[in-house]
């Protein structure tokens, strides 16, 4: 049931132009996202012709391994990984389901397992073990700390050509893929999970219980980007709580009183 008329129209696309923001309620999901997020930069940096860009891309392969060190990661992601396959197991038969669709994930849950399952150690374990690396993660979070003087041969490196530089990325890249892939596929089969539904915020206010009995992993807010308006996020196990906002001419954000329409998916 749609409430209210949408009118973020692109002309260049034909389409609506809609923010998606996400709003996780439990730390493991909020770990997937930020490891989810990273991966996709690392993604797109390393595609990129750069010195620049593959500096960055090394970076990023670093705040991987930040995230990662948490000690239960890789035990949550297996454990998540094998729930999911029980619980599609547990489809078949059922008239309603493609078996060969389901099939098709579950086997991509067995690879995803199998091959996070044979790495050891934490996420990107086998990447400590180059000095060279650490040696540019010892410095890279300090202001300047990566100038040619402190480190010549990592300067000398980002004069090598780009397919150089980037089959060095890939091989690094390499060690991190059976997490980035896991996790990608845990949250798309948890995205799946949810049914949107379109909502109003009431004078910038909306409030949602959430039924008992049924635990919520991630929130899914879709924004019409030309209402100009950013949604708060808050939300517990009991309820959930949306106040939108509006970025000022001095820099700060204020309440909006306006009604906004979106569009809310629950994911379990």
């Not at 990984?81 to 994930?105: C, F, S, T």
């Not at 980037?166 to 799946?192: F, G, M, N, V």
């Amino acid at each position: 049931m749609k409430l209210a008329p949408s009118s973020g129209y692109d002309s260049a696309t034909g389409k609506i132009s809609v923010i998606l923001y996400e709003y996780p309620f439990n730390e493991r999901i909020r770990t997937y996202l930020r490891l989810e997020h990273l991966f996709l930069r690392l993604s797109e940096l390393m595609a990129r012709a750069d010195a620049l860009d593959h500096h960055f891309a090394i970076a990023t392969m670093f705040e991987v391994m930040d995230v990662g060190a948490r000690a239960d990661l890789k035990s949550d992601v297996l454990k998540d990984l094998e729930k999911q396959k029980q619980i599609l197991n547990g489809y078949r038969g059922n008239p309603a389901i493609a078996e060969g669709v389901l099939d098709n994930i579950i086997r991509q849950l067995e690879r995803c397992y199998a091959a996070l399952n044979a790495q050891p150690g934490k996420a990107g374990q086998a990447l400590t073990e180059n000095d060279w690396l650490m040696s540019i993660r010892s410095r890279v979070g300090i202001p300047g700390g990566t100038c040619e003087f402190d480190l010549p041969a990592y300067f000398a490196w980002q004069h090598r050509d780009t397919p150089a530089r980037q089959a060095d990325l890939q091989r690094w890249a390499s060690t991190l893929a059976p997490l980035a892939e896991s996790i990608h596929l845990l949250l798309k089969l948890l995205r799946d999970s949810g049914s949107p539904q379109k909502v109003i915020a009431v004078g910038g206010q909306f409030q949602q219980n959430l039924p008992q009995g049924r635990t919520f992993q991630l929130l899914r807010l879709s924004l019409d980007d030309s209402l100009r308006l950013i949604p708060e996020i808050s939300g517990n196990r009991l309820m959930v709580s949306i106040r939108l906002m509006r970025h000022g001419e001095d820099d700060h954000l204020h309440t909006s009183s306006e009604d906004g329409a979106f569009e809310l998916t629950l994911c379990s």
